[in-house]
């Protein structure tokens, strides 16, 4: 009863509120290292060098007056965040932030959950939530979040044949679609596959980047051409939600490059004896460590690069990442075949 | 307010003032315009009003002079009255203006009197002259011709021979050459300017106007300012136009005049022929009158309007009603 | 979405989306509608609406005296005011046939170059955060701001400078004020550099801006663009060179052309004359001389009956200005600006015909506009 209902509902309760915190805080982060960049401090009104900011921009939003335009398509437009939110919370279902430990005297696993088909699980779920934002900018009945959503159904779908493709010379790698046994393969094998598929690693980076909307990709709430894009119409907790989901998707993003590249909750040089002493430190800060380091790329990123343009983006998606995804997979196939 | 996409009729569109709804704007304004003149013709030291080019001008003719400028302007399709009308009144005007004019503000003319001599110490010639008539209303520039020591650049006088009657009169003032061109040769010597290696004036840096309402011979004169990108030199064409003379427009000359002309035909409603697109570009579609006619008062039946905007619903509302109807 | 009206009298077609940029958009830089018509994300046609900020400066500096007018320039391309307060005084001073001192013309340089600066750093700014590139923005304002400070010890004034008399300057520089603009040359130097870094090499920039918007020499001239715009196009064309006015026939400088007329080459043109303003602050502010500040100007300023045109180069390009005296009134007979900007709007339709709505904001910053003086 307790191995099978309690502990798992725990771990729920637990993932939800640390992603939904991390998620705020996030939002934190990414404004104070944009500001650092532009030579600036960020918030700092809020609470000590403004680390309560989150608090106060989630009570602004929860009071804000929640508009539905008058001639949008109303339950479309209600439901558009929610589809675009829940995807991407319960893609946390399957990343491993550590392996089985036991705590209390009970073997508990960092996980929530270990299906076999786990990387499957991730790819698919996370692609619903691109209906999320072309129900959006169908529904609001405005010209901006129109073209917006135009753009991000053809880039989501693009990206994620490229993204979906690099991740299959992973799975070759570990045989295995499991996320924990992606990592323990890693082990296995002696190499984090960053090492062994540093081009699968680059794609899915970029890929990521893309399926997240972030800069340089995020054409589809370019704020300078289309107003803010796929959200123009929104406003209060549902604007919220659209935000939060942008943020929990980034996540999503380091924590699967995290365990598929990284190595996931392994210490660096795990087969080496003479590091084992980083056994010592929780295998979950490692992964969060690693993860942060992508979030700091990503915001990294953002604070840097031009934004491209639509069809740019299409050309790159198509004519080179989606080669290269597939050259790559064979090569990791005859590669793999031949030291077999 | 929306993109017209009507193309507005090749007159001014004044005949629009002819349906009786827009009676409305005349009557507000008469009142108003009194109302805003009468202090500023009271108080000659306050900042100048609109029709202070002649500022000691007796008052209730100032105020007739700026009303019934107005009402022709939005009532009239016949469009005749302003210019015989307005030299009338300054006729009248001008023999009590140069006495009164010392005895009512003496400081202003003791200090105007001055400045006059140091003014012209380099212009080349005629500047003096220029300014001998001294009581006279405003009928348009000086234009003073040449001084004999200076010769007009050669893209002039070859300009006189290939289009022949396009150089009506030649003028030069602080370094500026002008020609004065005739409405009908505008185009020839735009062309031949634009297109003759020795002036090449590729280039047209501007393009617009000035309003001499009580001039005879066409109260606007539209201005070219013209440059070249080869030669690096400049000049400068005056054509004169009455209110409705139709002009032919440069456009096909310089794509530049596109705007330029749009922005003349808005303020002044200088009658643009030609043109591929000829709407108003600053002000509202639907506004009425040219703001920067030298008749329409600085505080004009728009803004009077605007500050009250009950009235303007009302006078829009009748409007449609006569459109519908 | 009432907006299906664009003047080319098409009723709304299926097979195209008529969209309304502005007047309240963040990339139009001001009150800038422009209507587009687009086929899927590529612009068939546009119309540029212009007007939302017309105060009517040229009617009302009909109706204030020669000095007051000093201070309505302030109000046209209200990022560059002191630039309009020079030509309008240098206009004057030309019918006036006044000799300003050289002292007073030299600060005049200064004050344009220092000027062209500032407005080239929010171009730079606003440009790139057009097209994405969040950081520069930010990077430029904080060099803007030096010169803000520079500006306000000369004249008290950050924004709307009023810095100008007619005949010269309306203050003597402050004591400390040169070297401060040398150190302000030294810091603006590098900090040229840090934009360029960002930028200039940067692969996804070079794909946003190349090709985009080409404009031949000859076209841009025809169609009366000026400034950078134009000299992007490979025309040189400089009133600084061309035509001197205050002290640029005394320093040495370069006019910066481009060679192939698209946005890349009007970005490195503007960047390239950070560097040659630099260099004409340097040589100004180290060759200034000692002497009166202001000319022999008369207590009242009448002009005599007359009228001139005369044109300075604008951070924006040719800024003109039509001057008539009607030699009886303190004030002008007829006030004209030639503004610059919007001279470069009306290339704009030309610009983006056939580019994507991405580029539409990419050429509006292009060609760098001030609604402020687009609309006066």
């Known amino acids: 009863m307790i191995d099978q209902v309690l502990i798992p509902l725990l771990k729920i309760v637990i993932v939800l509120n640390a992603t939904l915190v991390a998620v705020t805080y996030m939002v934190l982060l990414e404004r104070k290292v944009i500001a650092w960049a532009q030579s600036r401090l960020g918030p700092m009104r809020v609470g000590p060098y403004g680390v309560l900011q989150p608090i106060a921009d989630a009570i602004k939003l929860m009071i804000k007056e929640d508009i539905t335009p008058v001639r949008a398509d109303k339950w479309v437009f209600t439901a558009a965040p929610i589809i675009s939110m829940v995807p991407a919370l319960i893609v946390y279902a399957v990343i491993p932030f550590g392996p089985t430990v036991s705590l209390f005297g009970r073997k508990v696993s960092l996980y929530i959950t270990d299906i076999n088909v786990g990387l499957l699980y991730i790819v698919s779920v996370a692609s619903v939530g691109v209906y999320g934002i072309i129900l959006a900018g169908y529904s609001s009945n405005s010209k901006y979040p129109l073209l917006a959503s135009l753009r991000a159904s053809a880039q989501l779908i693009s990206y994620e044949v490229a993204v979906t493709l690099t991740l299959v010379s992973v799975i070759l790698m570990a045989g295995s679609l499991s996320m924990v046994e992606i990592v323990n393969a890693q082990y296995n094998q002696h190499v984090w596959f960053v090492f062994a598929q540093p081009f699968a690693f680059v794609l899915v980076l970029i890929g990521g980047l893309a399926e997240t909307n972030r800069a340089p990709f995020d054409l589809p709430e370019a704020e300078q051409e289309l107003t803010g894009g796929f959200h123009t119409e929104y406003s209060g907790m549902r604007f919220a939600l659209f935000f939060l989901a942008e943020y929990a998707n980034m996540i999503v993003v380091s924590s699967v490059v995290t365990t598929l590249f990284l190595g996931g909750w392994l210490p660096p040089f795990p087969n080496v004896g003479a590091l084992h002493l980083l056994y010592y430190v929780p295998s979950w800060t490692w992964f969060l460590i690693k993860s942060f380091l992508f979030l700091y790329l990503f915001i990294w990123i953002r604070a840097t690069l031009p934004r491209y343009r639509y069809d740019q983006l299409m050309r790159l998606g198509w004519k080179v990442l989606i080669p290269l995804a597939i050259l790559n997979l064979v090569v990791t196939g005859i590669v793999k075949v031949m030291l077999m | ?325 | 979405m009432e907006t299906q009206t664009v003047h080319h009298g098409a009723m709304f077609d299926t097979n195209e989306l008529v969209i309304n940029m502005g007047p309240q958009h963040p990339s139009t830089h001001g009150v800038l509608r422009v209507v587009l018509r687009l086929d899927g994300e590529k612009v068939v046609d546009c119309d540029v609406v212009i007007g939302y900020l017309h105060r009517g400066i040229e009617k009302l500096s009909e109706n204030r005296n020669w000095t007051q007018i000093v201070l309505l320039t302030d109000r046209m391309d209200y990022v560059a005011a002191a630039t309009s307060n020079v030509g309008y005084c240098e206009t004057v001073e030309k019918l006036l046939q006044l000799e300003v001192p050289r002292r007073a013309r030299y600060v005049r340089t200064i004050l344009c170059e220092l000027q062209r600066i500032a407005s080239h750093c929010l171009w730079v700014g606003t440009h790139a955060m057009d097209i994405g590139a969040m950081t520069v923005f930010l990077y430029a304002f904080r060099e803007r701001e030096l010169i803000l400070d520079l500006f306000e010890e000369f004249c008290g004034a950050r924004l709307t400078y009023n810095s100008m008399r007619i005949g010269g300057l309306p203050l003597d520089v402050p004591p400390g004020w040169a070297k401060k603009v040398l150190e302000f040359c030294t810091i603006m130097e590098a900090k040229v550099g840090e934009y360029e870094e960002l930028l200039t090499h940067n692969r996804i920039w070079l794909e946003r801006t190349k090709g985009i918007g080409i404009i031949s020499g000859p076209e841009a001239t025809g169609l009366g663009l000026c400034g950078p715009a134009l000299r992007g196009s490979g025309v040189a064309r400089d009133v600084r060179k061309d035509e001197p006015y205050a002290a640029y026939d005394e320093v040495q400088f370069d006019v910066v052309i481009g060679t192939n007329g698209d946005t890349y080459d009007r970005y490195l043109v503007r960047m390239e004359e950070f560097r040659q303003s630099l260099r004409i602050i340097r040589q100004a502010t180290e060759g200034i001389p000692e002497g009166p500040i202001v000319g022999k100007v008369p207590r009242l300023i009448k002009p005599a009956a007359g009228e001139t045109y005369h044109a300075i180069e604008s951070p924006k390009g040719e800024l003109g200005y039509f001057i008539v005296s009607d030699g009886k009134s303190t004030n002008p007979y007829r006030f004209r600006v030639r503004p610059p900007s919007f001279c470069n709007l009306q290339g704009l339709r030309r610009l983006v015909r056939g580019h994507l709505v991405a580029d539409v904001v990419a050429l509006i910053g292009s060609i760098d506009i001030v609604l402020g003086e687009v609309d006066r």
């Not at chain 2, 002819?18 to 013709?41: C, F």
């Not at chain 2, 001055?114 to 520039?141: F, I, R, W």
């Not at chain 2, 009657?165 to 020609?179: K, N, P, Q, R």
């Not at chain 2, 579609?285 to 009950?310: I, T, V």
């Open chain 2, 1 to 325: 307010m929306g993109v017209d996409d009507r193309k507005p009729p090749e007159t001014p569109p004044t005949a629009a003032a002819d349906k009786p709804s827009s009676q409305a704007p005349a009557e507000p304004l008469k009142g108003e315009v009194s109302r805003t003149d009468a202090p500023g013709a009271g108080a000659s030291a306050a900042p100048p009003g609109a029709p202070r080019t002649e500022p000691p001008a007796p008052k209730p003719a100032n105020i007739e002079a700026a009303v019934t400028a107005t009402v022709s302007e939005t009532s009239s399709a016949t469009g005749q009255p302003t210019a015989p009308a307005d030299p009338a009144v300054r006729a009248a005007a001008p023999a009590p203006k140069a006495s009164g004019a010392e005895a009512a503000a003496p400081t202003a003319a003791a200090k105007a009197a001055p400045p006059a001599k140091p003014a012209p110490p380099k212009p080349p010639a005629g500047g003096a002259e220029a300014h001998v008539p001294k009581a006279a209303p405003p009928t348009g520039p000086p234009d003073p011709p040449p001084p004999a020591d200076k010769t007009p650049p050669a893209f002039i006088t070859t300009l006189q021979t290939a289009v022949p009657g396009g150089v009506a009169a030649l003028s030069f003032w602080v370094g500026d050459w002008t020609i004065i061109v005739p409405v009908a040769q505008l185009l020839d010597v735009a062309r031949r300017l634009r297109d003759a290696p020795d002036a090449a004036f590729d280039y047209l840096s501007d393009l617009t106007a000035t309003d001499w309402p009580p001039r005879t011979e066409g109260r606007f004169d539209v201005l070219y300012m013209l440059y070249s990108t080869r030669h690096r030199h400049r000049v400068r064409l005056k054509v004169k136009v009455a209110e409705h003379q139709p002009i032919p427009s440069v456009t096909g000359v310089w794509a530049a005049a596109n705007w330029l002309e749009r922005e003349v035909y808005d303020m002044f409603g200088v009658n643009f022929t030609g043109h591929p697109d000829r709407r108003r570009i600053l002000m509202p579609e639907d506004w009425q009158g040219f703001p920067e006619r030298k008749d329409y008062p600085l505080e004009g039946p728009g803004e009077l309007l605007m500050e009250n905007p009950l009235d303007w619903l009302k006078l829009r509302q009748a409007r449609e009603e006569a459109e519908i109807e």
